[in-house]
C-alpha cells in the first residue's frame, strides 16, 4: 500500500466522544461497542473492527464518525467499492469531514473510477493545501484523466513546500514529459512535416539522451528552414555531444552565416579546436569572439583558458580559470585546470591542494550519480506500487 495512505489511515479513527451526534439511551450501547472496535483493531482482528462498527451503525446511523471509522477499516482490507459506499453516507450527514473526502476520492482512484475522484480529492486538498497524500493522488488522478496542465499545478505547489521530495520531482517529471509529448503531437497535427515539429521532436529526444535520433530530425528541420536562426546551432549540438567534430564545426559555421553573434557557435567552434588538438590561436580567436558577446559564458572562460595555458600565457589561462571557478566552484575540471595553471606558475602548494580540491569533488559527483540513480529506481518502484 502506498506510504501515504498508511499515514492517512492512522489518523482516521475519530473519537465518538468528541463527534457523537444527540444520542439518549443507546450513548452507553455505542460506547461499548466503539470501545471493542478499537480493541479488536489494535489486535489486529479488522473483521471484528468492521463488525462493531456496523453494529453501531445500525443502533445510531446517523453517528458520521462511525461510517468515517469504518470506510477507513473497509480501505485498508482493500475493499474501495465497500469504502466509498460507506464513506458516501457518512460524507452525507457530516460534508465537513475532511480525511473522509480523502480517503473516498482515494478509493474511487484505487477502483479506476478517475472521474468521480477528482471532486473529493480537490475537496480534500482544499480544504487541507499541506496534504501532501491528497495532492499526490490528485495528480495521479488528473493524470489518469488527461488533464497534465493542473496535475502539473497541483505538484508544483507541494515542490514548494517540500524540494526535497524525490517522488514529488519524480512525478513532475513525467508529467512535463507528457506535456511535451502532447505539445509535439499538436504541433504534427498542425503540420507534421514543419521545421518547428522536427525541432522539437531533437528536443524530447535530447532530454533523453538520443543525440542520433535528435540529430536525424535536425537534419530534417535544416532543410525546411535553413536560414532559421538557431536550427543550424541546434544540429551542431547534436553533433558536438557525439563528438562528431567535423559534422559539429560545419553546422556552427552555417549558423554564423545566419546569426554571427551566437556566442555559443563561436564557444563551441573554439571547444572542437582544442578537442582536435589544432591551433591554440584558432581556438582563443573563437574564445575571445563568444566572450565579447557573452562574457559569462562559463564554458567559453574555461576553453580560453585552456587556449592560454597552450600559448603558455600563464598568468591570463590562471585568470580565465579563477573567474570561471566563481560562477561553477563545485565542477571538478576547473579545480583540475587551476591545478595546471598553478604549477605552470611554479606555485606547488596551491597546485596541490587544488589537485586535492579536484579528487574531491570528484569523488562526491560520482557518489551523487550513484544516489541520483538510486533515486529514480526508488521513485519507480513507488510509483508502480501506487
Known amino acids: 500500500m502506498h506510504r501515504f495512505t498508511i499515514a492517512i489511515i492512522a489518523v482516521l479513527a475519530l473519537s465518538f466522544p468528541a463527534l457523537l451526534e444527540a444520542q439518549t439511551e443507546s450513548d452507553g450501547r455505542v460506547q461499548q461497542l466503539y470501545a471493542e472496535a478499537k480493541d479488536a483493531q489494535?489486535?489486529?482482528?479488522?473483521?471484528?473492527?468492521?463488525?462493531?462498527?456496523?453494529?453501531?451503525?445500525?443502533?445510531?446511523?446517523?453517528?458520521?464518525?462511525?461510517?468515517?471509522?469504518?470506510?477507513?477499516?473497509?480501505?485498508?482490507?482493500?475493499?474501495?467499492?465497500?469504502?466509498?459506499?460507506?464513506?458516501?453516507?457518512?460524507?452525507?450527514?457530516?460534508?465537513?469531514?475532511?480525511?473522509?473526502?480523502?480517503?473516498?476520492?482515494?478509493?474511487?482512484?484505487?477502483?479506476?473510477?478517475?472521474?468521480?475522484?477528482?471532486?473529493?480529492?480537490?475537496?480534500?486538498?482544499?480544504?487541507?493545501?499541506?496534504?501532501?497524500n491528497a495532492a499526490v493522488f490528485l495528480a495521479n488522478d488528473l493524470t489518469q484523466l488527461g488533464d497534465f496542465d493542473s496535475a502539473a499545478n497541483t505538484l508544483r505547489q507541494v515542490a514548494r513546500r517540500e524540494p526535497k521530495n524525490q517522488q514529488i520531482q519524480?512525478?513532475?517529471?513525467?508529467?512535463?514529459?507528457?506535456?511535451?509529448?502532447?505539445?509535439?503531437?499538436k504541433m504534427k497535427a498542425i503540420d507534421p512535416d514543419s521545421a518547428l515539429s522536427h525541432a522539437l521532436s531533437a528536443e524530447v529526444m535530447e532530454s533523453m539522451n538520443n543525440y542520433d535520433g535528435a540529430a536525424a530530425e535536425l537534419k530534417k528541420a535544416v532543410a525546411i528552414a535553413p536560414r532559421e536562426p538557431g536550427m543550424h546551432y541546434k544540429l551542431g549540438d547534436a553533433y558536438w555531444n557525439l563528438e562528431q567534430w567535423p559534422a559539429a564545426a560545419e553546422q556552427f559555421q552555417a549558423e554564423l552565416s545566419v546569426d554571427p553573434r551566437n556566442c555559443s557557435a563561436h564557444w563551441k567552434l573554439g571547444d572542437i579546436v582544442l578537442q582536435?588538438?589544432?591551433?591554440?590561436?584558432?581556438?582563443?580567436?573563437?574564445?575571445?569572439?563568444?566572450?565579447?558577446?557573452?562574457?559569462?559564458?562559463?564554458?567559453?572562460?574555461?576553453?580560453?583558458?585552456?587556449?592560454?595555458?597552450?600559448?603558455?600565457?600563464?598568468?591570463?589561462?590562471?585568470?580565465?580559470?579563477?573567474?570561471?571557478?566563481?560562477?561553477?566552484?563545485?565542477?571538478?575540471?576547473?579545480?583540475?585546470?587551476?591545478?595546471?595553471?598553478?604549477?605552470?606558475?611554479?606555485?606547488?602548494?596551491?597546485?596541490?591542494?587544488?589537485?586535492?580540491?579536484?579528487?574531491?569533488?570528484?569523488?562526491?559527483?560520482?557518489?551523487?550519480?550513484?544516489?541520483?540513480?538510486?533515486?529514480?529506481?526508488?521513485?519507480?518502484?513507488?510509483?508502480?506500487?501506487?
Request: proline letters at 3%; hydrophobic letters at 40%; aromatic letters at 6%.
Open 276 to 386: 582536435q588538438n589544432g591551433s591554440a590561436e584558432d581556438a582563443l580567436a573563437d574564445e575571445n569572439k563568444a566572450l565579447e558577446t557573452c562574457p559569462a559564458l562559463a564554458g567559453a572562460q574555461v576553453d580560453r583558458g585552456k587556449a592560454l595555458l597552450k600559448l603558455h600565457r600563464n598568468d591570463e589561462a590562471l585568470q580565465d580559470f579563477e573567474k570561471a571557478e566563481k560562477t561553477q566552484p563545485s565542477d571538478p575540471q576547473i579545480h583540475f585546470l587551476l591545478a595546471q595553471a598553478f604549477r605552470s606558475l611554479g606555485r606547488a602548494q596551491e597546485a596541490k591542494a587544488e589537485m586535492q580540491l579536484f579528487s574531491k569533488l570528484g569523488q562526491q559527483a560520482r557518489a551523487a550519480t550513484a544516489q541520483q540513480a538510486q533515486d529514480v529506481v526508488n521513485a519507480t518502484t513507488k510509483s508502480k506500487a501506487q
Open 42 to 132: 489494535a489486535s489486529g482482528n479488522v473483521t471484528a473492527a468492521i463488525g462493531k462498527y456496523e453494529e453501531i451503525l445500525r443502533i445510531a446511523p446517523k453517528l458520521s464518525a462511525a461510517y468515517n471509522n469504518l470506510g477507513a477499516l473497509y480501505f485498508r482490507q482493500n475493499e474501495y467499492s465497500k469504502a466509498a459506499r460507506v464513506l458516501q453516507q457518512g460524507l452525507k450527514i457530516n460534508p465537513s469531514m475532511t480525511t473522509a473526502s480523502a480517503l473516498l476520492g482515494i478509493s474511487r482512484y484505487q477502483m479506476g473510477e478517475y472521474a468521480e475522484a477528482r471532486q473529493p480529492l480537490e475537496t480534500a486538498l482544499k480544504a487541507n493545501p499541506r496534504d501532501t
Open 170 to 185: 519524480y512525478m513532475l517529471a513525467k508529467i512535463y514529459m507528457r506535456l511535451s509529448e502532447q505539445a509535439l503531437a
